[in-house]
């Protein structure tokens, strides 16, 4: 089992990027997967989910509107579509699996197994 997350890179603020997360040994879509972002000295935070169930989606408030999480079966593939950027997007993000409860999509200790982190940085 292995997630290779990839995309990041620098953009300037109003930009935006799109990470993936590729999958192998397992097929992606029987499996939630979220996404999860860190800075230096703070607790990895919740970004936004694709459940196994329907393929439903959720986002984290700040990431609200600017970004989408989508998933392309033929691919193995989940996709974290990043617009309107800002310098407080800037972090490590990560790709994760599981099969958590709604209720526990955000807590990083219900996860599986993690992809390596890709850096985002937001910055003029």
């Known amino acids: 089992v292995q997630l290779q997350a990839s995309g990041g890179g620098l953009v300037q603020p109003g930009g935006a990027l799109k990470l993936s997360c590729a999958a192998s040994?397992?097929?992606?879509?029987?499996?939630?997967i979220s996404w999860f972002r860190q800075v230096p000295g703070k607790e990895r935070e919740w970004v936004s989910t694709i459940r196994h169930i329907g393929g439903t989606t959720y986002y984290g408030d700040s990431v609200k509107g600017r970004f989408t999480i989508s998933r392309d079966g033929a691919k193995n593939t989940a996709y974290l579509q990043m617009n309107s950027l800002k310098p407080e997007d800037t972090a490590i993000y990560y790709c994760?699996?599981?099969?958590?409860?709604?209720?526990?999509?955000?807590?990083?200790?219900?996860?599986?197994?993690w992809g390596q982190g890709t850096q985002v940085t937001v910055s003029s």
């Open positions: 040994g397992f097929t992606l879509a029987q499996y939630t």
């Open positions: 994760a699996r599981g099969r958590p409860a709604l209720s526990a999509i955000r807590d990083r200790d219900i996860y599986d197994d």
